[in-house]
Antibody, heavy 118, light 107 residues
């Protein structure tokens, strides 16, 4: 069965960076994009970007351009999201999700809580 | 970016009610729209894609319709498990965006 398993919760100080992993199983990793979506407490879902595991090509939401980097390691079917220059407003649950290209997301990871606090 | 606006933001309903949620796009997105259900502390769950296609395993009481800029999600007979927050998402552009969500509460 398809699974996306994310790394554990993180607590970071303002100005630091965080890197979250998303390990895929149960399907061919290179056949689907990996999207990253975050949700601040009580807020709507916010799309951050996607990576094409086949080519490594990426697309980022304008809001996160220059601060987010998406990468992947196809040898271990894992995608990564790194967010730099953290501020308190980056405190949120971060999800990875599978998509057939830039499309709907049919499987989601369990989420990784990132807390930014001094 | 394409803006997505849902209405209402909150909806109070009873078990057995027919419930309709509306999602409007700031520009045409053809039928490139999905609906998700999210329960507290959980990841979103895909219900509908391409505006009206039911995801496998999703109960048939859920249905979607619309095209262009106006879309609806209908629950034909609300069940206790359906009390949750619902989000629409457009993926017409290279940068998907979500609506602000509609919380379905028990009346």
């Amino acid at each position: 069965q398809v699974q996306l398993v994310q790394s554990g919760a993180e607590v970071k100080k303002p100005g630091a960076s965080v890197k979250v992993s998303c390990k895929a199983s149960g399907y061919t990793f290179s056949d689907y994009f990996i999207h990253w979506v975050r949700q601040a407490p009580g807020q709507r879902l916010e799309w951050m970007g996607w990576i094409n595991p086949n080519s490594g090509g990426t697309n980022y939401a304008q809001k996160f351009q220059g601060r987010v980097t998406l990468t992947r390691d196809t040898s271990i079917s894992t995608a990564y999201m790194e967010l730099s220059r953290l501020i308190s407003d980056d405190t949120a649950m971060y999800y990875c999700a599978r998509g057939l290209g830039s499309s709907w997301n049919d499987y989601w990871g369990q989420g990784t809580l990132v807390t930014v606090s001094s | 970016d394409i803006q997505m606006t849902q209405s209402p933001s909150t909806l109070s309903a009873s078990v057995g009610d027919r419930v309709t949620i509306t999602c409007r796009a700031s520009q045409t997105i053809m039928t490139w729209l999905a609906w998700y259900q999210q329960k507290p502390g959980k990841a979103p769950n895909l219900l509908i894609y391409k505006a009206s296609s039911l995801e496998g395993g999703v109960p048939s009481r859920f249905s979607g319709s619309g095209s262009g800029t106006e879309f609806t999600l209908t629950i034909s007979s609300l069940q206790p498990d359906d009390f949750a927050t619902y989000y629409c998402q457009q993926y017409n552009s290279y940068s998907p965006t979500f609506g602000q969500g509609t919380k379905v509460e028990i009346k």
